[in-house]
């Protein structure tokens, strides 16, 4: 049984840092596609970043230069290292894996329970 489970959100000011960790259990996620997206009140659920099988990354243009998502095979885990918080990042974060179009939510099969990110102004 495949589980992926995130943790590291919290409340945190503006300009702030926060880490979130997503331990993946059932199955080995080396090879595979693993993301971050993010849910806002009221919004569809949208892509924050993504590392391919080659350590690739891809990242949504409201988090370049402020998230880095990486990845540690040994311990089957991703992690997103989120600084220069803003407000406007406040949302449920999750972390999903092997999705066929790394930046679409509907094609990833697999996702943790999310974790509450709130930036505070």
């Known amino acids: 049984q495949v589980q992926l489970v995130e943790s590291g959100g919290g409340l945190v000011q503006a300009g702030g840092s926060l880490r979130l960790s997503c331990a993946a259990s059932?199955?080995?996620?080396?090879?595979?596609?693993m993301a971050w997206f993010r849910q806002a009140p009221g919004k569809e659920r949208e892509f924050v970043a993504a590392?391919?099988?080659?350590?690739?990354?891809f990242y949504a243009d409201s988090v370049k230069g402020r998230f880095t998502i990486s990845r540690d095979n040994a311990k089957n885990t991703v992690y997103l290292q989120m600084n220069s918080l803003k407000p406007e990042d406040t949302a449920v974060y999750y972390c999903?894996?092997?999705?066929?179009?790394?930046?679409?939510?509907?094609?990833?099969?697999?996702w943790g329970q999310g974790t509450q990110v709130t930036v505070s102004s």
């Open positions: 590392m391919a099988w080659n350590e690739a990354t």
């Open positions: 059932g199955r080995t996620f080396s090879r595979r596609v």
């Open positions: 999903a894996a092997e999705g066929i179009v790394y930046s679409d939510y509907k094609t990833y099969p697999y």
